[in-house]
């Protein structure tokens, strides 16, 4: 754990992340990436991640933080984490039980919020976590979620523990939100409903990605700006322009960047 005098009265945004490492990190995107591939994309999603964190603390007050697997790993996010971000290791037997330490850890630190966002969505917009944090600001008790289009969630927002809303979870699968939201229901829990955004976790997402970042297609209707997600941005560009990415995304040659093209 890393104690970085954090603002304790902001609300706490923790990255569940994992150190990259190949074949470990990473592998439903292999194929079509490679195992190296994946495991930079995992470095650079943490990364990307944590600049939207940091960005929207420009529009609202938030502490950014990583909790981090496996055991003994922290060398790995001293080395790709700006300072001024708090670490915490969370290792648990399954996804649910790192969820609650992570939280009960930030809540026991006196952060009046706190919430679990996912490594895996580099463009979400930092509109988005600013809308979290001010919703939790507000008075009254309630949840804020970001539903995934998997059905999954990207982010989980609390103001106090309840632990009943990681209970009995189908954790991986599309029935995680839909069971999240009638955890909530059946503690009287008002949830606030964020804009749907996607996990860049399999080769159809990854296209979305190169979509966004190097065709220029936005995704979805949000009328936000999405994340700035450069170092994202940079490895698509070198993969395209040194390797053959675009091939094994099965994307047209008009549709790559031509700064690749130019490239290669």
Same mark, same amino acid.
């Given at each position: 754990?890393?104690? &970085?005098?954090?603002?304790?009265?902001?609300?706490?945004?923790?990255?569940?992340?994992?150190?990259?490492?190949?074949?470990?990190?990473?592998?439903?995107?292999? /194929?079509?990436?490679?195992?190296?591939?994946?495991?930079?994309?995992?470095?650079?999603?943490?990364?990307?991640?944590?600049?939207?964190?940091?960005?929207?603390?420009?529009?609202?007050?938030?502490?950014?933080?990583?909790?981090?697997?496996?055991?003994?790993?922290?060398?790995?996010?001293?080395?790709?984490?700006?300072?001024?971000?708090?670490?915490?290791?969370?290792?648990? /037997?399954?996804?649910?039980?790192?969820?609650?330490?992570?939280?009960?850890?930030?809540?026991?630190?006196?952060?009046?919020?706190?919430?679990?966002?996912?490594?895996?969505?580099?463009?979400? /917009? /930092?509109?988005? &976590?600013?809308?979290?944090?001010?919703?939790?600001?507000?008075?009254?008790?309630?949840?804020?979620?970001?539903?995934?289009?998997?059905?999954?969630?990207?982010?989980?927002?609390?103001?106090?523990?309840?632990?009943?809303?990681?209970?009995?979870?189908?954790?991986?699968?599309?029935?995680?939100?839909?069971?999240?939201?009638?955890?909530?229901?059946?503690?009287?829990?008002?949830?606030?409903?964020?804009?749907?955004?996607?996990?860049?976790?399999?080769?159809?997402? &990854?296209?979305?990605?190169?979509?966004?970042?190097?065709?220029?297609?936005?995704?979805?209707?949000?009328?936000?700006?999405?994340?700035?997600?450069?170092?994202?941005?940079?490895?698509?560009?070198? &993969?395209?322009?040194?390797?053959?990415?675009?091939?094994?995304?099965?994307?047209?040659?008009?549709?790559?960047?031509?700064?690749?093209?130019?490239?290669?």
């Amino acid at each position: 754990m890393t104690d &970085l005098r954090e603002d304790l009265r902001a609300c706490a945004i923790a990255v569940m992340a994992k150190a990259s490492a190949a074949g470990r990190t990473k592998t439903r995107l292999c /194929p079509p990436l490679d195992p190296r591939e994946a495991a930079a994309f995992n470095t650079a999603f943490i990364q990307d991640i944590v600049g939207n964190i940091l960005a929207a603390g420009h529009m609202t007050p938030v502490t950014p933080y990583v909790a981090y697997g496996p055991a003994g790993a922290a060398h790995f996010f001293d080395a790709v984490l700006p300072p001024g971000v708090g670490r915490m290791e969370a290792v648990a /037997p399954d996804f649910g039980a790192c969820l609650t330490m992570t939280l009960a850890h930030l809540f026991a630190s006196g952060h009046p919020a706190a919430a679990v966002l996912n490594a895996d969505s580099p463009t979400l /917009p /930092p509109a988005l &976590l600013a809308e979290l944090a001010h919703v939790l600001a507000q008075p009254g008790d309630r949840a804020v979620l970001g539903p995934s289009t998997d059905g999954g969630y990207y982010v989980l927002g609390l103001k106090a523990p309840h632990w009943h809303l990681f209970a009995d979870i189908d954790w991986s699968t599309e029935r995680v939100f839909a069971q999240t939201m009638a955890r909530a229901t059946e503690i009287g829990l008002p949830v606030h409903v964020l804009p749907t955004w996607y996990d860049v976790d399999d080769a159809h997402a &990854l296209r979305l990605l190169h979509g966004e970042l190097i065709a220029g297609i936005p995704f979805g209707p949000a009328p936000h700006a999405r994340g700035d997600a450069r170092n994202s941005t940079n490895l698509l560009r070198r &993969l395209l322009a040194h390797a053959d990415l675009a091939e094994r995304l099965g994307l047209p040659v008009a549709d790559t960047d031509p700064l690749c093209r130019r490239a290669s």
